[in-house]
C-alpha cells in the first residue's frame, strides 16, 4: 500500500524557515517523480514544486522560485521542501504528492499524502 | 503559465441527478487533463486521468470527456459520497496548474 506521510508543519514567523518532509513506503521511490502542492485555508489547490525521480530536474510556480527548494534522498526514501523567506501568503496545508511516472509533465497525481499545515504569523 | 477556467464554481444538486463539471484551458493542452475529488477535511483523490481514463477503484458513474477546448468531468446518478469539490489540472506544461475547483452541494 503506497503510504505517503509529511511532517514539518507548524507555526512560523514571517521572514523564518521551515523544512517539510514527506516519508514515502509501498512503492519504487526512485523511480518517480514527486510534487508538493498546496492549499490555503478555505481555498483551491497550487501547485508548487516537483521533482524528476532521480532528482536530477526541478520545477517551481513563479511565487516561490529562490525561495523554496525541493529535494528528495531516494535512498531513504522521503522528499522534501526546503522554505525560506516565509510569508503569511504561504499559509497552507501542503500536500506531498506521486506522480505516475519519472517526470511530472504529462502526467498525473495518484497518490497524495494527508497534508500537513504551515502556519505563517507573527 | 496555463490558465484553467473552472465552472460552475459552486452548484446544487440531489442524489441521483446528473451533473457535469467544465474546465477550459487558456492554451491547447494536448489531452493532458485530469480530475481530483476532494472531501471535506481530506486530501484530494485522482479520479480521471488524461482527459477520460478511470482511475482504478473510481466508479464508473464518473467519467471524463473532451469536446472543442472545454473538457468534462460528468457524474450520473449522484451518490451522497459524491458531495465534495472537484478540481481539474494540466499536465501539458511543466508548470502545472489546477483550476478553482467546483463545490457540488446538496439540494
Known amino acids: 500500500e503506497v503510504q505517503l506521510v509529511e511532517s514539518g508543519g507548524g507555526l512560523v514567523q514571517p521572514g523564518g524557515s521551515l523544512r517539510l518532509s514527506c516519508a514515502a513506503s509501498g512503492f519504487t521511490f526512485s523511480s518517480y517523480a514527486m510534487n508538493w502542492v498546496r492549499q490555503a485555508p478555505g481555498k483551491g489547490l497550487e501547485w508548487v514544486s516537483a521533482?524528476?525521480?532521480?532528482?536530477?530536474?526541478?520545477s517551481y510556480t513563479d511565487s516561490v522560485k529562490g525561495r523554496f527548494t525541493i529535494s528528495r534522498d531516494n535512498s531513504k526514501h522521503t522528499l522534501y521542501l526546503q522554505m525560506n523567506s516565509l510569508s503569511a501568503e504561504d499559509t497552507a496545508v501542503y500536500y506531498c504528492?506521486?506522480?505516475?511516472?519519472?517526470?511530472?509533465?504529462?502526467?498525473?497525481?495518484?497518490?497524495w499524502g494527508q497534508g500537513t499545515l504551515v502556519t505563517v504569523s507573527s | 503559465d496555463i490558465q484553467m477556467t473552472q465552472s460552475p464554481s459552486s452548484l446544487s444538486a440531489s442524489v441521483g441527478d446528473r451533473v457535469t463539471i467544465t474546465c477550459r484551458p487558456s492554451q491547447s493542452i494536448s489531452g493532458y487533463l485530469n480530475w481530483y475529488q476532494q472531501r471535506p477535511g481530506k486530501a484530494p483523490k485522482l479520479l480521471i486521468y488524461?482527459?477520460?481514463n478511470l482511475q482504478s477503484g473510481v466508479p464508473s458513474r464518473f467519467s471524463g470527456s473532451a469536446s472543442g477546448t472545454d473538457f468534462t468531468l460528468t457524474i450520473t446518478s449522484l451518490q451522497p459520497e459524491d458531495f465534495a469539490t472537484y478540481f481539474c489540472?494540466?499536465?501539458?506544461?511543466?508548470?502545472?496548474?489546477f483550476g478553482g475547483g467546483t463545490k457540488v452541494e446538496i439540494k
Open positions: 489540472q494540466q499536465s501539458y506544461s511543466s508548470l502545472l496548474t
Open positions: 521533482i524528476s525521480s532521480s532528482g536530477g530536474s526541478t
Open positions: 488524461a482527459t477520460s
Open positions: 504528492t506521486k506522480s505516475y511516472s519519472t517526470g511530472w509533465a504529462y502526467n498525473w497525481f495518484d497518490f
